[in-house]
């Protein structure tokens, strides 16, 4: 048996696949899936955001780089004959960046926001030719 058997053995062959998982997913959260698409004339962003309302998803472009953070709150009370038995209060809070480089115009991006599904249109700039300069040496 080798040394690495016998120590997985000693913690648990799962000991380690869960240690270096994400904090996210150990406390059961999960991350909204993101699909990227690129053409030659933008990228096409779709984010999942379910449970999440619109005035809760912010979306910022700077540096060529593309941030969406989105908050969810629920609380969840149970009261029983005028008196609260339970109540439960949930936060969560996603943040997501995305390099896009400086090819990208921010004056003409769009956003909406519809059934949980954020979705972003970032219009590509053209890139002008570089342009020769002679440079005099003194």
């Not at 219009?123 to 040496?137: F, G, R, T």
């Amino acid at each position: 048996m080798s040394n690495l058997t016998r120590f997985n053995r000693l913690f648990g062959d799962s000991f380690f696949d869960d240690f270096f998982q994400p904090l996210s997913q150990s406390r059961g959260d999960k991350m909204p899936a993101i699909d990227v698409h690129e053409s030659d004339e933008q990228y096409l962003i779709r984010a999942d955001l379910p449970g999440i309302d619109k005035k809760d998803v912010q979306v910022k472009l700077e540096n060529g780089i593309l941030s969406i953070v989105a908050e969810s709150r629920k609380e969840d009370k149970e009261e029983k004959d005028g008196r609260l038995i339970r109540q439960e209060r949930h936060y969560g809070r996603f943040v997501r960046q995305l390099s896009v480089g400086t090819d990208v115009d921010p004056a003409l991006v769009k956003a909406s926001f519809t059934d949980g599904v954020l979705s972003l249109s970032l219009p590509k700039v053209k890139e002008e030719a570089a342009k020769a300069v002679d440079i005099k040496v003194h």
